[in-house]
DNA sequence: CCATGCTTGAAACGTCCGTTCCGTTGAGGC
DNA sequence: GCCTCAACGGAACGGACGTTTCAAGCATGG
């Protein structure tokens, strides 16, 4: 029969014949796709169990695709952690010999990977906990958690405005449709908080919604990049994120980290405060189910 | 005891402290570091075959530097195979094992700034500079590019919204206000195209939209994080990017990251092609005004 | 509505693994 | 030359592993 000795080839046969696939089958041919590392080292049990099958489907599944057994699918996989070893040097260091002309979106890509990480190692040294813990007080205590970001700073409230339902939170995205931005906030009060989020150069409809907020005595949590920020001085709590740049472009990596970072806590926070509420799991440690 | 947890230490370990051990284990201490891998994936039975010595010999080894068996021994040298990006896999681990009452933020901050380092650090890895050219080519030569991101994915369909226009081309976000998204889209045609972006679970909605652009021959670009998306099967050219995640929520860092790349070159592509129009700045290398 | 064939879950099986135990070997001290 | 003790080889053990088997589930076609 068939059976690929390489895993390139055997990814290719696995998207092709998945069709092809009883329904278990299927799943793990997902997951070895998804997972690879996990079927080089796992035991037949324990990636069975990571995968949600028995572990007869894995001994089938090999043999479907054409191997011997489960320990035959099992060394592609292992010779691929092997062959593995000198990929990503090399490609580093093609890129950098190759022409300054930042014309190759590989090279662009490595750019602003590293400007992302650049701006998450940062973040790490200079976002105060006291802070954090502060603006996760504020929010953990509000009735509605409003959320304004135009412009650069848009997908960041609109992420929030996904993650926060998910975990039970009310929250109001303010998207300012129809310019009806002050009319979206026209119910914010003290129990509620707002999240106002803005960069250089500051959108000021977000800082005048922000003032709104401070006028019906909201409390507001403000996402900026600078003390100087007009949104420093409105804001109760203000948390510095300075992003790398790449050319012309800044990443955005800190920003979102931090918007998980306080959605989740407040989360959690609320959990443990509200919630006497039997054992309750905790929100990072629960299962592999959906990812937020 | 001692029993250093990454092999560089281990491997520092055995040159220092080869010349105190005995015969046997020398031999041993020898092989382990001339063949990593064959300690990483062999049996106790084929390693010791192969270094001409007992099985027990090996556990003997083992518990003389300081681990508990064979078995504690060899994790060291999977791990080491295991993280080709050194850190992160590992350190996200032990930051997952540790109290589960992540009750911190500081600490929560600090693990999604690991998965967002990590799904960087594997993106650079993963993503075919082929596939990117392929990409970059079909939304350069598009009259409108369409944009279509729902739930998690929104996001950062709206942040290329937001830089296409910037970089003078033509887009449209395709946000589904008022379910309108079909009609949003009722225009597209063959010399337009869609950039599709959806992560497990696939929204419905998104692969409609997909497949309706494909209904009217409009090249699509995919942004998923496997081969079996269907939106993998839809597009014309489709880009993979698997994203680390830290309990119940993933990064998005790396799409983040693809994203700007796919927008800053297809920018630059279009100023390449279209412009013998004097000796033009491109646009990573222009100054430090406003950021995007 | 039943018969058929494939898919699936669960348990049983036999093997091979890592580990432990014990007898033998060889070198150094008295 | 004998005693002591660490080092070593080899066999035996218990457990975990991959694999096989079998019966139940399920949809399909007659």
Known sequence: MEAPRDFD???????????DLPRRLQQVAEFAVAHPDELAFGTAASIAEL?????STLVRFAKAVGYSGFSDLQSVFRHRLRDRWPDYGERLRTLHDAQPAAEDPARLMFGFAEAASASLQRM??????????AAVAILAGAETIYLVGMRRAFPV??????????L????????NVAHLGADQLAHVGPR????????SPY???TVELAAAAVARHAPVVALT??????????????????EADFGAFRSMAATFCLAMTLAVAVGERRSADGAASAARQSTVDQGVGTKL
Chains 1, 2 share one sequence.
Not at 9 to 19: E, M
Not at 51 to 55: H, L
Not at 225 to 234: I, T
């Open 9 to 19: 080839a055997l990814k290719l046969l696995l998207v092709s014949r998945r069709a």
């Open 51 to 55: 995968a949600s099958v028995q572990p």
């Open 124 to 133: 790490r040294q200079t976002v105060a906990s006291e802070d954090l813990d």
């Open 157 to 166: 409230a609109a992420y929030l405005a996904y993650a926060l339902p998910k």
């Open 168 to 175: 039970g939170i009310r929250s109001l995205l303010i998207d």
């Open 192 to 199: 509620d908080a707002l999240v106002a989020i803005s960069f």
């Open 203 to 205: 959108t000021p409809t």
């Open 225 to 242: 990049d600078s003390p100087f920020s007009p949104l420093a001085e409105l804001a109760t709590v203000w948390l510095e994120v300075i």
